[in-house]
């Protein structure tokens, strides 16, 4: 099982980008999913979760207002609108389906991650 994640780039600051995460089957219709974000040095941290069905969502406060996270089950997809993309949003991304339906806020709660995409946000 693989999660794909792309749609980083290059933008500047107050700009936007959506990340999409796609998986390799059919599986996550009944996990929750999440966003990650990493800078080089720092620890991998939480960006946004949606449980199974879309019902709940959950944003870091960094990014809250800014991004929105939603999941098309039909297609395996998860995605993140990124507005109003500030300089400190810089970092690779990662997508991750969790172990449970909810909304889970950690990283030990996922046991799949993908491979990441990088966003980087120019002043």
């Known amino acids: 099982v693989q999660l794909q994640a792309s749609g980083g780039g290059l933008v500047q600051a107050g700009g936007s980008l959506r990340l999409s995460c796609t998986a390799s089957?059919?599986?996550?219709?009944?996990?929750?999913m999440g966003w990650f974000r990493q800078t080089p040095g720092k620890e991998r941290e939480f960006v946004s979760a949606i449980s199974w069905n879309g019902g709940s969502t959950s944003y870091a406060d960094s990014v809250k207002g800014r991004f929105t996270i939603s999941r098309d089950n039909a297609k395996s997809a998860l995605y993140i609108q990124m507005n109003s993309l500030k300089p400190e949003d810089t970092a690779v991304y990662y997508c991750?389906?969790?172990?449970?339906?909810?909304?889970?806020?950690?990283?030990?709660?996922?046991?799949?991650w993908g491979q990441g995409t990088l966003v980087t946000v120019s002043s």
């Open positions: 089957r059919r599986m996550f219709s009944n996990n929750g």
């Open positions: 991750a389906a969790a172990r449970a339906a909810g909304l889970r806020f950690t990283q030990r709660d996922y046991n799949y």
